[in-house]
């Protein structure tokens, strides 16, 4: 309870900005219906690629203490650093998809504030608990492996 509370004026923050833009809303969002869920977006490559980065992203940030790894964060820097050709490429490519990057980036805001929602519905353990394996593994993978786990995947749900 107390790891909840030290990352609760972030995660506040992230949820605040989430309900203003959920209020100017008229329908549902779908987009923040899925991001609510482990997948969050579709299941292209490009998809897939951003959708690990995000989740590796918020577990890098609020899992650290949890998992005594005070370098978790850093372990998530050092991986976007490694991957940024592959992880621009997709954030790119799904860019183009949706119309522009104005338009992807309210995408990820929102998947990332769906992320946040979930940790806070799970609590910090269980969800530290979740991702410490998946955490681990994506930021151990270089480009060539980060690609062929998103082909894999890709193939696998066809």
Same mark, same amino acid.
């Given at each position: 309870? /107390? ?7 972030? =995660?506040? %923050? =992230? ?10 809303? +008229? ?5 923040? +219906? ?7 977006? %579709? &299941? $292209?490559?490009? &998809?897939?690629i951003v959708s ?8 890098? @940030? ?23 050709? =592959? ?8 860019? &183009?998809? !949706?119309?522009? !990057?104005? *338009?992807? &980036? /309210?995408?990820?805001?929102? =998947?990332?504030?769906? *992320?946040? @929602?979930?940790?806070?519905? !799970?609590g910090d353990q269980?969800?530290? $608990? +979740?991702?410490?394996? #998946? ?7 270089? #480009?060539? *492996?980060?690609?062929?786990? $998103? ?8």
């Amino acid at each position: 309870m /107390k790891n909840l509370f030290r990352n609760a004026g972030a =995660i506040a %923050g =992230i949820l605040f900005g989430t309900l203003v833009l959920a209020g100017c809303a +008229e329908t549902p969002d779908p987009v923040l +219906e899925t991001a609510q869920t482990p997948l969050m977006l %579709g &299941d $292209s490559s490009a &998809d897939r690629i951003v959708s690990l980065q995000t989740r590796t992203m918020l577990a890098g @940030l609020a899992c650290g203490r949890v998992w005594g790894d005070p370098t978790a964060f850093a372990r998530y820097a050092s991986f976007t650093n490694r991957n940024a050709a =592959i992880l621009r490429r997709s954030q790119h490519e799904l860019a &183009d998809r !949706m119309g522009g !990057m104005a *338009e992807f &980036d /309210k995408m990820h805001t929102r =998947i990332s504030n769906g *992320e946040s @929602l979930r940790l806070l519905a !799970m609590g910090d353990q269980y969800y530290c $608990s +979740e991702m410490r394996g #998946p955490f681990y593994t994506a930021v151990a993978m270089g #480009p060539d *492996e980060l690609a062929r786990q $998103s082909q894999v995947a890709q193939v696998g749900l066809r």
